[in-house]
C-alpha cells in the first residue's frame, strides 16, 4: 500500500448504528487530518492531530470522536449520527502540523450515507 | 472569521484555451494560501502553497499568482486530462485551515 488508505470506502447506516471510519498513511508523516466534504458546501476540517495529539477540533460534534493510536493510524468513530452528517469523509496527513504550512495528502475518502 | 470565495463555479474550455481561475479571500493575517486539484471520486491532490503577496510558482501548464486580496490559477493551452475541480484554501497565524468551494472545469478535446 502507498499513499494515504481509507477504509471502507462506502459506509451506509442507520442513526442509531455504531460504526468507525480508518484511515492508515504509508508516508512517514506525524499529522493527519479529518475533513467533511458535503454536496455544495467546501471541505470543512474537523480534527487535527500531531504526533497523535489531538490539536485541532473545529466544534465537532460529539457524535464524531477521532481516535489517534500511533502516527499512521486515524480513525472516526461515529454513533447517532443524523441524515445531514451523509457526506465524503476525506482523511490527510502531512510531515507535521507546522501551522497547517505543509502540503497535505489525501484519502480517497468514505461516502457515508446515514439513514 | 476567514471566507474564500472561488470564481466561476463551472468553467467549460475547448482544448487550447487559456483562461484563469480566481479565489479571493478574506483573512485576518494570511499564512498561506494553496491550490489543490480534486478528480471525481478521489481526494484532493496538492499543486501550490503561496506565502505572499506578489509570489508565483509553475507548474507544466499552470501557474499561479498572488495578490493581497485574491490568487489566479492560470492554465495555459489546457488538456482534457486538466478537467477537475480546483479547490483553493488559506490558513491564518490562528493555524484555520479554510477552503473555498472550488471551480469546476471542464476541458473539451
Known amino acids: 500500500e502507498t499513499g494515504v488508505t481509507q477504509t471502507p470506502r462506502h459506509l451506509v447506516m442507520g442513526m442509531t448504528n455504531k460504526k468507525s471510519l480508518k484511515c492508515e498513511q504509508h508516508?512517514?508523516?506525524?499529522?493527519m487530518y479529518w475533513y467533511k466534504q458535503s454536496a455544495k458546501k467546501p471541505l470543512e476540517l474537523m480534527f487535527v492531530y500531531s504526533l497523535e495529539e489531538r490539536v485541532e477540533n473545529n466544534s465537532v460534534p460529539s457524535r464524531f470522536s477521532p481516535e489517534c493510536p500511533n502516527s499512521s493510524h486515524l480513525f472516526l468513530h461515529l454513533h447517532t449520527l443524523q441524515p445531514e452528517d451523509s457526506a465524503l469523509y476525506l482523511c490527510?496527513?502531512?510531515?507535521?502540523?507546522?501551522?497547517?504550512?505543509?502540503?497535505?495528502?489525501f484519502g480517497p475518502g468514505t461516502r457515508l450515507t446515514v439513514l | 472569521e476567514d471566507q474564500v470565495t472561488q470564481s466561476p463555479e463551472a468553467l467549460r474550455l475547448q482544448e487550447g484555451e487559456s483562461s484563469s481561475l480566481n479565489c479571493s479571500y478574506t483573512?485576518?493575517?494570511?499564512?498561506?494560501l494553496f491550490w489543490y486539484r480534486q478528480d471525481p471520486g478521489k481526494g484532493p491532490e496538492f499543486l501550490f502553497t503561496?506565502?505572499?503577496a506578489g509570489e508565483e510558482k509553475e507548474k507544466e501548464r499552470l501557474k499561479a499568482t498572488l495578490t493581497k486580496k485574491e490568487s489566479f490559477l492560470h492554465i495555459t493551452a489546457p488538456k482534457p486530462e486538466d478537467s477537475a475541480t480546483y479547490l483553493c484554501a488559506v490558513t491564518d497565524y490562528g493555524q484555520n485551515f479554510v477552503f473555498g468551494p472550488g471551480t469546476r472545469l471542464s476541458v473539451l478535446p
Open positions: 483573512v485576518s493575517g494570511l499564512r498561506g
Open positions: 490527510a496527513s502531512s510531515q507535521d502540523s507546522s501551522g497547517m504550512l505543509n502540503e497535505q495528502f
Open positions: 503561496l506565502y505572499s
Open positions: 508516508l512517514g508523516h506525524n499529522a
